[in-house]
């Protein structure tokens, strides 16, 4: 069965620092890997999806890479802010299953 | 992008009573959606999926009597929580995948207190 990690569990930063969220996946047959944002008591929102044939992707201050034969996925987030701060979850889809990590809490401070 | 829709957004119901949670693809056909439970801080657990015009699919632990999902048509389906308890008081998150790339969208959720 796929397991999802996500570490750290937790991350406190200064504004304006660089950071990097890092996901792995125990299962390397993945269809794409998402990263998404949930803020406190909301759903999710989509940030970046990586198909399996590609190695990364980017939206403004996000860049997403994917290692799939090490089963590995990072989220980088450049210049942070304080409004980035939220729960971020990354998830593989094997097809119709799509198993979630565990999450990392970011908290930037101002 | 696709969009996916719950209904109600939150819910407040006496313990012994029935809740029905919808789930609307607005702007697509979903034949397949996915249920998820979400306790305070913790990830998403995959409740069971749902699959139009068959019966749903429920993960090991999730008890189908309790939990009753119909995929009415290609765009609605409903998870109706049966003789809610205080233990079920959850974010409640359903998802449908878009076609050809297996990109989930996923519903606003919907916060469930059973007092």
């Known amino acids: 069965k796929q397991e999802v990690t996500q570490i750290p569990a937790a991350l406190s930063v200064p504004e304006g620092e660089n950071l990097v969220l890092n996901c792995s996946f125990t299962?390397?047959?993945?269809?794409?890997l998402q990263w998404f944002r949930q803020d406190p008591g909301k759903g999710l929102t989509s940030l970046l999806l990586i198909q399996s044939s590609q190695r990364e992707q980017t939206s403004g201050r996000l860049n997403a890479s994917l290692d799939k034969s090490s089963g590995r996925s990072t989220l980088y987030i450049a210049a942070s802010q304080p409004g980035d701060s939220a729960t971020y979850l990354c998830a593989v889809s094997t097809g119709n299953q799509f198993y979630f990590g565990t999450g990392t809490s970011l908290t930037v401070i101002p | 992008g696709a969009v996916v829709s719950q209904h109600p957004s939150r819910v407040i119901c006496k313990s012994g009573t029935s809740v029905k949670i919808e789930c609307r693809s607005l702007?697509?056909?979903?034949?397949?959606m996915f249920w998820y439970r979400q306790f305070p801080k913790q990830s998403l657990m995959l409740m069971a999926t749902?699959?139009?015009?068959?019966?749903?699919?429920?993960e090991q632990g999730v008890e189908k009597d309790k939990f009753l999902i119909n995929h009415a048509s290609l765009t609605l389906s409903t998870l109706t929580v049966t003789s809610a308890h205080p233990e079920d008081s959850s974010f409640y998150i359903c998802?449908?995948?878009?076609?050809?790339?297996?990109?989930?969208?996923f519903g606003p959720g919907t916060r469930l207190t059973v007092l």
């Open positions: 299962d390397s047959a993945i269809y794409n």
């Open positions: 749902s699959n139009e015009g068959s019966k749903a699919t429920y």
């Open positions: 702007d697509f056909q979903a034949t397949t």
């Open positions: 998802s449908a995948p878009g076609t050809g790339n297996y990109e989930q969208f």
